[in-house]
């Protein structure tokens, strides 16, 4: 399996906390050299590990608080 590289360029926020230490974060990344995008997923103490998370352009971001807020309507 190739080796995965990635950037934490801008840390938004933190969703949650497992009594492990876990955290369910929203953050910028840059994999493998990419272009930042929108992730969120949950990351271990340290970052040293990652679960399996969701990556989102900006106009995926924008269309899903449309959804989000039109729901709560």
Known sequence: MAELKYEIVENIGVLSESPKGWTKE????????RSPKY???DWAPGKEKMGKGVTMTADEVKQLKDILHNRDK
């Open 26 to 33: 929203l953050n910028v990344v840059s994999w493998n050299g």
């Open 39 to 41: 992730d969120l997923r």
